[in-house]
């Protein structure tokens, strides 16, 4: 069954075949997992809060509102800074929400990886410590 001879599919215990094909399929679904999560991880970091167009831009059209450009250049040194420093505490909190995403996709991904990898390192020592079996059954 597993090998080209032929010699290996009758002394194969009925549940190896299963178990093996098992164990290689799981590694390969964990290991793609690994890659989907490691992918995902990377995502681009978004700038969410002040330093970017949203803040001068109304609706979805993208035109610029003069209510906002008005209100940022009648406003009082204190309100700036107040806006500014508002809108960096709301960007710094974006931005610790995306690394704390990006690391346990990350860690999700080593994880998955690993168990890719000891799954690979199961049924391909299923596939040897047969395999040496088979032949040492039908030595003479």
Do not use: H
């Amino acid at each position: 069954m597993l090998w080209p001879t032929g010699r290996f599919s009758g002394s194969l215990p009925p549940y190896a075949a299963f178990l093996i094909a098992a164990c290689f399929i799981a590694s390969l679904v964990a290991i793609f997992l690994s890659v989907v999560l490691a992918v995902s991880a990377l995502k681009v970091v978004r700038i969410r809060g002040f330093g970017n167009a949203a803040t001068f831009v109304r609706g979805r059209d993208g035109g610029i509102d003069m209510r906002v450009v008005v209100d940022w250049l009648s406003a009082t040194a204190d309100e700036v800074y107040e806006k500014v420093y508002d809108a960096c505490a709301v960007e710094l909190k974006s931005l610790e929400e995306q690394c704390d995403r990006m690391g346990r996709r990350t860690r999700q991904s080593q994880w998955s990886l690993v168990v890719g990898l000891a799954l690979s390192l199961v049924w391909a020592g299923a596939v040897i410590g047969l395999g040496v079996a088979s032949q040492s059954a039908a030595a003479p």
